[in-house]
């Protein structure tokens, strides 16, 4: 159910109509601030960069990226060692803001007008305007439990992670029920 949720976040975050680039340039700014530049979506699922963890070493076109992978939290089934049911789990996904901007100043406001988009791309995902997006192989997102943002500062060469949050699902697998 790990690897279902981490694509439906992904999914979500780089949806057209309610994703992260759909809605940055609407984030709430102080006068003469502009909006946070567009963001390329990349997942642990299908971009083996991300699924090794760390500061991948992107191309410069792919600068500022949102990195969606498992949280390094085990998975809680409410009986270890039992297959709950109906067979719910609790995943948590970490979404990191990565740039290319060295320039410090700018690279927190990016970061911070980005998490306020991805909070609201989260919240849009629960609404009828993602109820596409919540389900990924006979896996269902049910609810998202929590979100907490996470201040990052991890450097890799010119590549820095300012920011995160963590999103805690509530996901039912399906397919194990049928």
């Not at 991948?56 to 500022?64: A, H, W």
């Not at 949102?66 to 390094?72: E, F, G, K, N, W």
């Not at 998490?115 to 989260?122: D, L, N, Q, T």
């Not at 991890?154 to 992670?161: A, M, Y």
């Amino acid at each position: 159910m790990i690897l279902e949720t981490v694509r439906m976040i992904a999914a979500a975050l780089d949806d057209a109509t309610i994703g992260v680039n759909a809605t940055r340039a609407s984030v709430p700014t102080a006068t003469g601030v502009s909006a946070p530049p567009a963001v390329t979506v990349l997942d642990s699922t299908t971009d083996g960069r991300v699924g090794r963890g760390g500061v991948p070493s992107l191309d410069p076109s792919e600068y500022p990226a949102l990195l969606v992978s498992p949280a390094d939290q085990p998975v809680d089934q409410q009986t270890p060692g039992a297959r709950p049911w109906p067979p719910d789990a609790t995943v948590t996904v970490l979404v990191r803001y990565v740039t290319s901007n060295t320039d410090t100043a700018a690279a927190e406001r990016d970061t911070s007008q980005t998490i306020r988009a991805v909070w609201r791309c989260m919240g849009q995902l629960m609404l009828p305007a993602g109820v596409a997006l919540r389900t990924v192989a006979q896996v269902s997102l049910v609810s998202i439990r929590s979100m907490q943002a996470a201040t990052l500062y991890e450097s890799s060469e010119d590549t820095i992670v300012t920011g995160g949050v963590l999103v805690t699902c509530h996901v039912r697998d399906f397919w194990t029920q049928s």
